[in-house]
């Protein structure tokens, strides 16, 4: 059975750093396309990033440069490194498994989310 | 980059046939996703590709598609299925991937 479980999100204060990880089961996390997507309290649903299977990586153009998507390999887990965390980016983020269809882009499994609250 | 614009909300009797559509210039390119959300919870697949629901997920959503606009439709809807819907999609790009704005779908 797929599962992924996130965890890392908490309270920070504008301009500080959270890790956020996902541990995923039932499938391997470095064959697979996984990504990032936050929704902001009320809001609809933002897509953040992507790890693609080589170990590309791409961003929405609102967190590049202050996210970094990752993997470890043994711990089957995937990352968001956030620094200089602004309070627009206050959202649940939720992991996801991202299907390797380029023409039929779809996310198929989802985690819980985490929430992350960026104030003073 | 490029959005994707749905109806804020729409309403359906119960048992009835609700469409919810997508519009975006990427989706001349790429097909749509769906996603349906509710309160408190994370989103759940219900339609990919052409029109393909993944296990679990009732034969009564079904999904379309012609030129920029991509359709999700719900036939005899039921009160379950009351909740928000998303679609997604690539951008024009193809580099980044972007939702819809979100429908809220009452069921009456």
């Known amino acids: 059975e797929v599962q992924l479980v996130e965890s890392g999100g908490g309270l920070v204060q504008p301009g500080g750093s959270l890790r956020l990880s996902c541990e995923a089961s039932?499938?391997?996390?470095?064959?697979?396309?996984m990504s990032w997507v936050r929704q902001a309290p009320g809001k609809g649903l933002e897509w953040v990033s992507i790890?693609?299977?080589?170990?590309?990586?791409s961003y929405t153009d609102s967190v590049k440069g202050r996210f970094t998507i990752s993997r470890h390999y043994f711990k089957n887990t995937l990352y968001l490194q956030m620094n200089s965390l602004r309070t627009e980016d206050t959202a649940v983020y939720y992991c996801a498994r991202v299907s390797s269809s380029w023409y039929f882009p779809y996310f198929d499994y989802w985690g819980q989310g985490s929430l992350v609250t960026v104030s003073s | 980059s490029s959005k994707l614009t749905q109806d804020p909300a729409v309403s359906v009797a119960l048992g009835q046939t609700v469409r919810i559509t997508c519009q975006g210039d990427?989706?001349?390119?790429?097909?749509a996703s769906w996603y349906q959300q509710k309160p408190g919870q994370a989103p759940v697949l219900v339609i990919y590709g052409k029109d393909n629901r993944p296990s679990g997920i009732p034969d009564r959503f079904s999904g379309s598609s012609s030129g920029n606009t991509a359709s999700l439709t719900i036939s005899g809807a039921q009160a379950e299925d009351e909740a928000d819907y998303y679609c997604?999609?690539?951008?024009?790009?193809?580099?980044?991937?972007?939702f819809g704005t979100g429908t809220q779908v009452t069921v009456l």
């Open positions: 790890i693609y299977s080589g170990g590309n990586t």
């Open positions: 990427s989706l001349r390119e790429y097909y």
């Open positions: 997604c999609s690539r951008d024009s790009s193809g580099n980044h991937y972007v």
């Open positions: 039932g499938f391997t996390v470095r064959n697979t396309y």
